[in-house]
Protein backbone atom coordinates (compact mmCIF):
# COMPACT_ATOMS: atom_id res chain seq x y z
CA UNK A 1 0.00 0.00 0.00
CA UNK A 2 2.63 2.20 1.12
CA UNK A 3 4.48 1.68 -2.79
CA UNK A 4 1.45 2.19 -4.25
CA UNK A 5 0.75 5.95 -2.62
CA UNK A 6 4.59 6.01 -3.71
CA UNK A 7 4.44 5.44 -7.19
CA UNK A 8 1.03 7.31 -7.24
CA UNK A 9 2.79 10.56 -5.84
CA UNK A 10 5.48 9.85 -8.42
CA UNK A 11 2.96 10.20 -10.98
CA UNK A 12 1.80 13.33 -9.87
CA UNK A 13 4.75 15.07 -9.47
CA UNK A 14 6.03 14.28 -12.74
CA UNK A 15 2.83 15.22 -14.62
CA UNK A 16 2.74 18.93 -12.59
CA UNK A 17 6.47 19.53 -13.79
CA UNK A 18 5.34 18.22 -17.36
CA UNK A 19 2.70 20.58 -17.08
CA UNK A 20 4.60 23.59 -15.83
CA UNK A 21 7.30 22.51 -18.47
CA UNK A 22 4.78 22.58 -21.10
CA UNK A 23 3.05 26.11 -20.23
CA UNK A 24 6.39 27.86 -19.03
CA UNK A 25 9.00 26.14 -21.29
CA UNK A 26 7.88 24.60 -24.50
CA UNK A 27 5.09 26.72 -25.87
CA UNK A 28 6.82 29.30 -27.23
CA UNK A 29 5.60 32.77 -25.47
CA UNK A 30 7.37 36.08 -25.73
CA UNK A 31 6.83 40.01 -25.17
CA UNK A 32 6.57 41.47 -28.35
CA UNK A 33 6.15 45.24 -29.14
CA UNK A 34 3.10 46.12 -31.01
CA UNK A 35 1.64 48.76 -33.43
CA UNK A 36 -1.89 49.49 -34.58
CA UNK A 37 -2.49 50.10 -37.93
CA UNK A 38 -3.00 53.95 -39.62
CA UNK A 39 -5.43 55.66 -41.76
CA UNK A 40 -4.43 58.43 -43.67
CA UNK A 41 -2.98 59.44 -47.27
CA UNK A 42 0.02 57.83 -48.33
CA UNK A 43 2.77 58.85 -51.11
CA UNK A 44 3.59 56.01 -53.37
CA UNK A 45 7.32 56.20 -54.12
CA UNK A 46 9.22 54.46 -57.00
CA UNK A 47 13.01 53.84 -56.55
CA UNK A 48 15.69 53.52 -58.98
CA UNK A 49 19.18 53.83 -58.97
CA UNK A 50 21.37 55.76 -61.86
CA UNK A 51 24.47 57.95 -62.57
CA UNK A 52 24.70 61.75 -63.41
CA UNK A 53 24.68 62.12 -67.22
CA UNK A 54 23.76 64.87 -69.81
CA UNK A 55 21.15 65.24 -72.52
CA UNK A 56 23.55 65.98 -74.90
CA UNK A 57 27.16 66.62 -74.33
CA UNK A 58 29.32 68.68 -76.81
CA UNK A 59 32.45 66.76 -78.13
CA UNK A 60 34.49 69.76 -78.91
CA UNK A 61 37.12 68.86 -81.83
CA UNK A 62 39.08 70.55 -84.13
CA UNK A 63 37.96 70.92 -87.94
CA UNK A 64 41.52 70.15 -89.41
CA UNK A 65 44.53 68.08 -88.82
CA UNK A 66 46.73 70.41 -86.79
CA UNK A 67 48.73 71.51 -83.94
CA UNK A 68 47.22 72.65 -80.70
CA UNK A 69 48.47 76.50 -80.14
CA UNK A 70 46.81 78.00 -76.90
CA UNK A 71 43.95 76.27 -74.28
CA UNK A 72 41.92 79.21 -73.19
CA UNK A 73 40.44 76.89 -70.39
CA UNK A 74 40.03 74.13 -68.85
CA UNK A 75 38.35 71.26 -67.28
CA UNK A 76 36.03 72.18 -64.46
CA UNK A 77 35.72 75.63 -65.42
CA UNK A 78 32.10 77.48 -67.09
CA UNK A 79 31.79 79.07 -70.65
CA UNK A 80 29.76 81.17 -72.15
CA UNK A 81 28.29 80.79 -76.20
CA UNK A 82 30.65 81.80 -78.59
CA UNK A 83 33.54 81.91 -76.42
CA UNK A 84 37.11 81.43 -77.78
CA UNK A 85 38.36 78.00 -76.05
CA UNK A 86 41.19 77.17 -78.22
CA UNK A 87 43.47 77.70 -81.44
CA UNK A 88 44.86 75.54 -83.96
CA UNK A 89 48.34 76.63 -85.54
CA UNK A 90 47.16 77.98 -89.19
CA UNK A 91 50.54 76.86 -90.57
CA UNK A 92 50.76 78.87 -93.67
CA UNK A 93 47.26 79.74 -94.33
CA UNK A 94 47.84 83.60 -93.95
CA UNK A 95 50.16 83.63 -96.80
CA UNK A 96 47.55 81.57 -99.15
CA UNK A 97 45.04 84.04 -97.75
CA UNK A 98 47.57 87.32 -99.13
CA UNK A 99 48.55 85.56 -102.32
CA UNK A 100 44.71 84.71 -102.72
CA UNK A 101 44.24 88.82 -102.18
CA UNK A 102 46.99 89.63 -104.50
CA UNK A 103 45.47 87.53 -106.88
CA UNK A 104 41.95 89.13 -106.88
CA UNK A 105 43.96 92.55 -107.61
CA UNK A 106 45.83 91.34 -110.24
CA UNK A 107 42.73 90.24 -112.18
CA UNK A 108 40.53 93.77 -111.35
CA UNK A 109 44.12 95.10 -112.79
CA UNK A 110 43.65 93.21 -115.99
CA UNK A 111 39.91 94.19 -116.29
CA UNK A 112 40.69 97.75 -116.13
CA UNK A 113 43.52 97.33 -118.50
CA UNK A 114 41.17 95.45 -121.19
CA UNK A 115 38.04 98.05 -120.93
CA UNK A 116 41.00 101.01 -121.62
CA UNK A 117 42.07 99.00 -124.48
CA UNK A 118 38.58 98.68 -125.28
CA UNK A 119 38.10 101.80 -126.01
CA UNK A 120 40.53 102.60 -128.05
CA UNK A 121 39.62 100.01 -129.78
CA UNK A 122 36.14 101.66 -130.10
CA UNK A 123 37.73 104.95 -131.48
CA UNK A 124 40.12 102.84 -134.08
CA UNK A 125 36.58 101.58 -135.06
CA UNK A 126 34.96 104.60 -135.79
CA UNK A 127 37.34 105.62 -137.83
CA UNK A 128 37.60 102.49 -139.78
CA UNK A 129 33.83 102.42 -140.24
CA UNK A 130 34.24 106.35 -141.55
CA UNK A 131 37.21 105.25 -143.72
CA UNK A 132 35.05 101.96 -144.92
CA UNK A 133 32.32 104.27 -146.26
CA UNK A 134 34.39 107.13 -147.62
CA UNK A 135 35.73 104.21 -150.32
CA UNK A 136 32.63 102.45 -150.43
CA UNK A 137 30.79 105.70 -151.67
CA UNK A 138 34.53 106.16 -154.23
CA UNK A 139 34.35 102.98 -155.15
CA UNK A 140 30.93 103.30 -156.65
CA UNK A 141 31.42 106.53 -158.16
CA UNK A 142 34.96 104.81 -160.08
CA UNK A 143 37.18 106.88 -157.86
CA UNK A 144 38.90 104.19 -155.79
CA UNK A 145 39.90 101.08 -156.98
CA UNK A 146 39.17 97.55 -155.93
CA UNK A 147 42.21 97.00 -153.57
CA UNK A 148 41.48 100.19 -152.11
CA UNK A 149 38.06 99.44 -151.12
CA UNK A 150 39.08 95.95 -149.85
CA UNK A 151 41.89 97.13 -147.63
CA UNK A 152 39.44 99.78 -145.67
CA UNK A 153 37.00 96.60 -145.46
CA UNK A 154 39.48 94.35 -144.00
CA UNK A 155 40.54 97.19 -141.65
CA UNK A 156 37.21 97.85 -140.24
CA UNK A 157 36.39 94.02 -140.24
CA UNK A 158 39.79 93.77 -138.32
CA UNK A 159 38.88 96.22 -135.90
CA UNK A 160 35.79 94.36 -135.11
CA UNK A 161 37.35 91.12 -134.50
CA UNK A 162 39.51 92.71 -131.68
CA UNK A 163 36.51 94.30 -130.39
CA UNK A 164 35.14 91.24 -129.52
CA UNK A 165 38.36 89.51 -128.58
CA UNK A 166 38.69 92.08 -125.98
CA UNK A 167 35.07 92.37 -124.75
CA UNK A 168 35.54 87.58 -124.34
CA UNK A 169 38.98 88.86 -122.43
CA UNK A 170 37.05 91.46 -120.07
CA UNK A 171 33.98 88.89 -119.02
CA UNK A 172 36.97 86.51 -118.86
CA UNK A 173 39.12 88.72 -116.10
CA UNK A 174 36.15 89.51 -114.58
CA UNK A 175 34.92 85.71 -113.96
CA UNK A 176 38.91 85.59 -112.60
CA UNK A 177 38.34 88.84 -110.45
CA UNK A 178 35.14 86.78 -108.53
CA UNK A 179 36.64 83.27 -108.87
CA UNK A 180 39.81 85.00 -106.92
CA UNK A 181 37.33 86.51 -104.67
CA UNK A 182 35.42 83.33 -103.66
CA UNK A 183 39.04 81.73 -103.42
CA UNK A 184 39.82 84.48 -100.54
CA UNK A 185 36.40 83.77 -98.87
CA UNK A 186 36.88 80.43 -98.60
CA UNK A 187 40.49 80.75 -97.41
CA UNK A 188 39.37 83.29 -94.39
CA UNK A 189 36.60 80.81 -93.68
CA UNK A 190 38.87 78.16 -93.19
CA UNK A 191 41.90 80.20 -91.32
CA UNK A 192 38.59 81.09 -89.22
CA UNK A 193 37.88 77.94 -87.93
CA UNK A 194 41.21 77.06 -86.80
CA UNK A 195 39.77 79.10 -83.66
CA UNK A 196 37.18 77.16 -81.73
CA UNK A 197 34.56 78.40 -80.10
CA UNK A 198 32.03 77.23 -77.19
CA UNK A 199 28.71 75.87 -78.89
CA UNK A 200 26.54 77.13 -75.86
CA UNK A 201 26.53 78.26 -72.83
CA UNK A 202 28.20 75.28 -70.45
CA UNK A 203 30.62 73.39 -67.94
CA UNK A 204 33.60 72.29 -69.01
CA UNK A 205 33.73 67.90 -67.98
CA UNK A 206 36.81 67.14 -69.49
CA UNK A 207 39.76 68.17 -71.46
CA UNK A 208 40.90 65.49 -73.91
CA UNK A 209 44.20 67.43 -75.58
CA UNK A 210 47.11 69.88 -74.30
CA UNK A 211 48.71 72.41 -76.34
CA UNK A 212 51.80 71.70 -78.81
CA UNK A 213 49.34 68.52 -78.90
CA UNK A 214 49.19 67.43 -83.15
CA UNK A 215 45.05 66.20 -83.19
CA UNK A 216 43.30 65.02 -86.06
CA UNK A 217 40.05 66.34 -87.06
CA UNK A 218 37.71 63.28 -85.21
CA UNK A 219 39.51 63.68 -81.66
CA UNK A 220 38.41 65.32 -78.56
CA UNK A 221 39.98 68.66 -77.37
CA UNK A 222 36.77 69.69 -74.54
CA UNK A 223 33.78 67.83 -73.65
CA UNK A 224 31.25 70.37 -72.61
CA UNK A 225 27.70 69.64 -71.21
CA UNK A 226 24.79 72.72 -70.62
CA UNK A 227 23.16 72.98 -67.00
CA UNK A 228 19.82 72.29 -68.28
CA UNK A 229 20.87 68.86 -69.71
CA UNK A 230 22.11 67.72 -66.85
CA UNK A 231 20.05 64.59 -65.28
CA UNK A 232 20.15 61.11 -63.69
CA UNK A 233 19.90 58.46 -65.96
CA UNK A 234 18.12 56.46 -63.53
CA UNK A 235 17.03 52.54 -64.19
CA UNK A 236 14.06 50.92 -63.31
CA UNK A 237 12.35 47.47 -63.35
CA UNK A 238 9.58 47.10 -65.35
CA UNK A 239 7.29 45.57 -62.92
CA UNK A 240 7.14 48.91 -61.06
CA UNK A 241 7.70 51.34 -63.91
CA UNK A 242 4.12 51.41 -65.09
CA UNK A 243 3.00 54.37 -63.00
CA UNK A 244 6.21 56.64 -64.02
CA UNK A 245 5.25 59.56 -65.90
CA UNK A 246 6.52 62.63 -67.21
CA UNK A 247 6.67 66.08 -65.18
CA UNK A 248 6.32 63.89 -61.60
CA UNK A 249 8.67 64.76 -58.61
CA UNK A 250 10.79 63.18 -57.30
CA UNK A 251 14.09 63.06 -54.63
CA UNK A 252 17.78 62.43 -55.55
CA UNK A 253 20.76 61.28 -53.49
CA UNK A 254 24.22 61.80 -54.72
CA UNK A 255 26.84 59.40 -53.70
CA UNK A 256 28.74 62.30 -52.66
CA UNK A 257 25.86 63.48 -50.79
CA UNK A 258 24.21 60.96 -48.99
CA UNK A 259 22.27 63.09 -45.98
CA UNK A 260 21.49 65.69 -48.85
CA UNK A 261 18.35 65.79 -51.22
CA UNK A 262 18.12 67.10 -53.87
CA UNK A 263 14.13 68.03 -55.55
CA UNK A 264 14.31 66.31 -59.09
CA UNK A 265 11.62 66.02 -61.89
CA UNK A 266 11.00 62.89 -64.25
CA UNK A 267 12.07 64.66 -67.52
CA UNK A 268 12.25 61.67 -70.27
CA UNK A 269 11.14 58.07 -70.23
CA UNK A 270 12.85 55.67 -72.86
CA UNK A 271 10.55 53.57 -75.12
CA UNK A 272 12.82 50.81 -75.31
CA UNK A 273 13.65 48.44 -72.15
CA UNK A 274 16.73 46.73 -71.91
CA UNK A 275 16.15 43.03 -72.78
CA UNK A 276 18.51 41.83 -70.72
CA UNK A 277 18.12 43.21 -67.38
CA UNK A 278 14.36 44.25 -67.96
CA UNK A 279 14.86 47.75 -67.00
CA UNK A 280 13.71 50.82 -67.94
CA UNK A 281 15.41 53.93 -68.50
CA UNK A 282 14.07 56.80 -66.73
CA UNK A 283 15.47 60.85 -67.15
CA UNK A 284 15.33 62.96 -63.87
CA UNK A 285 16.54 66.40 -64.04
CA UNK A 286 17.73 68.75 -60.99
CA UNK A 287 15.04 71.30 -60.34
CA UNK A 288 18.37 73.23 -59.23
CA UNK A 289 21.60 72.10 -60.07
CA UNK A 290 23.90 71.14 -57.14
CA UNK A 291 27.65 72.96 -58.01
CA UNK A 292 29.78 71.54 -58.77
CA UNK A 293 28.48 67.90 -60.09
CA UNK A 294 30.40 64.82 -61.79
CA UNK A 295 29.29 63.46 -64.76
CA UNK A 296 28.92 59.44 -64.24
CA UNK A 297 28.42 59.93 -59.98
CA UNK A 298 25.68 57.44 -58.61
CA UNK A 299 22.72 58.57 -57.30
CA UNK A 300 19.77 57.11 -56.00
CA UNK A 301 16.22 58.60 -56.97
CA UNK A 302 12.93 58.03 -55.54
CA UNK A 303 9.93 59.15 -57.86
CA UNK A 304 6.20 60.01 -56.31
CA UNK A 305 4.51 58.13 -58.43
CA UNK A 306 0.53 58.33 -57.25
CA UNK A 307 -1.15 59.30 -53.83
CA UNK A 308 -3.61 56.97 -52.06
CA UNK A 309 -6.12 58.86 -50.34
CA UNK A 310 -8.07 57.27 -46.79
CA UNK A 311 -5.83 54.08 -46.94
CA UNK A 312 -4.78 52.07 -43.90
CA UNK A 313 -0.86 52.06 -43.50
CA UNK A 314 1.31 49.83 -41.25
CA UNK A 315 5.47 50.15 -41.44
CA UNK A 316 6.84 47.77 -43.79
CA UNK A 317 8.81 46.09 -41.39
CA UNK A 318 5.70 44.40 -40.53
CA UNK A 319 5.15 43.10 -43.81
CA UNK A 320 5.97 39.24 -43.57
CA UNK A 321 5.38 36.51 -46.22
CA UNK A 322 3.38 32.92 -45.43
CA UNK A 323 3.27 30.44 -48.27
CA UNK A 324 3.64 33.31 -50.97
CA UNK A 325 0.72 35.17 -49.40
CA UNK A 326 1.37 38.78 -47.57
CA UNK A 327 0.30 39.51 -44.23
CA UNK A 328 0.77 40.61 -40.60
CA UNK A 329 1.24 38.58 -37.17
CA UNK A 330 -1.97 40.00 -35.26
CA UNK A 331 -2.92 39.20 -31.45
CA UNK A 332 -6.08 37.08 -30.96
CA UNK A 333 -6.92 35.93 -27.50
CA UNK A 334 -2.85 35.98 -26.48
CA UNK A 335 -1.79 33.93 -29.47
CA UNK A 336 -0.39 34.98 -32.85
CA UNK A 337 -2.97 34.96 -35.96
CA UNK A 338 -1.50 35.51 -39.51
CA UNK A 339 -3.59 38.12 -41.17
CA UNK A 340 -3.19 37.91 -44.68
CA UNK A 341 -3.73 41.66 -46.39
CA UNK A 342 -3.60 42.76 -49.92
CA UNK A 343 -0.69 45.51 -50.98
CA UNK A 344 -2.48 48.64 -52.21
CA UNK A 345 1.02 50.17 -52.29
CA UNK A 346 4.44 50.18 -50.95
CA UNK A 347 7.43 52.64 -50.31
CA UNK A 348 10.42 53.18 -48.47
CA UNK A 349 8.97 53.11 -44.51
CA UNK A 350 5.29 52.19 -44.93
CA UNK A 351 2.57 50.32 -46.54
CA UNK A 352 -0.77 50.67 -48.19
CA UNK A 353 -3.07 47.41 -47.53
CA UNK A 354 -6.19 46.19 -47.67
CA UNK A 355 -8.53 43.62 -45.50
CA UNK A 356 -7.24 45.26 -42.20
CA UNK A 357 -8.92 47.64 -39.70
CA UNK A 358 -7.46 50.64 -37.19
CA UNK A 359 -8.44 48.23 -34.20
CA UNK A 360 -6.33 45.61 -34.78
CA UNK A 361 -2.91 44.80 -32.72
CA UNK A 362 -0.27 43.99 -34.95
CA UNK A 363 2.60 41.85 -33.65
CA UNK A 364 6.17 43.55 -34.12
CA UNK A 365 8.60 40.37 -35.73
CA UNK A 366 12.15 40.18 -33.61
CA UNK A 367 15.06 38.30 -35.10
CA UNK A 368 15.91 37.70 -31.26
CA UNK A 369 12.72 36.60 -30.03
CA UNK A 370 11.05 32.63 -30.96
CA UNK A 371 9.74 32.94 -34.39
CA UNK A 372 5.97 33.09 -34.58
CA UNK A 373 3.71 30.75 -35.46
CA UNK A 374 0.16 30.08 -35.71
CA UNK A 375 -1.39 29.95 -32.14
CA UNK A 376 1.63 31.01 -30.66
CA UNK A 377 0.87 32.24 -26.97
CA UNK A 378 2.46 35.78 -26.84
CA UNK A 379 2.63 38.65 -24.60
CA UNK A 380 1.92 42.05 -25.40
Known amino acids: MNNYLKYVLITLLVLVSGTVFYNKIYIPKSTYKTITPKRGDMQLKTFGIGNVGAKEIYNITALFASKIKV ?18 DVVDMPELVKEAKISVQKAKIEVTASRK ?19 KKLKIQSFASQSEYDKAKADFDAIRAQIAATKAHINSAIQEVKLAQTNVKALEVKLSRYKIYAPVNGYVIAKKAEVAQSIVPTQSIFKIVSPQDIWIRTYIDERISGNIKVGQHATIILRSHTKKKFAGIVKRIEAESDAVTQEREVDVAFEKLPI ?61 VKNLTTNVVILMPAKNKKRLSEGARVYQ
Not at 72 to 79: I, L, N, R
Not at 117 to 135: H, M, N, V
Open 71 to 88: LYTDEGQWVKKGQLLAEM
Open 292 to 352: PFYINEQAEVLINTKRLQNVVTVPTKVIVYKDGKSGVWIVQNSKAHFQKVTLLGINDKTAA
Open 117 to 135: DLDALYAQRDLALATYDRY
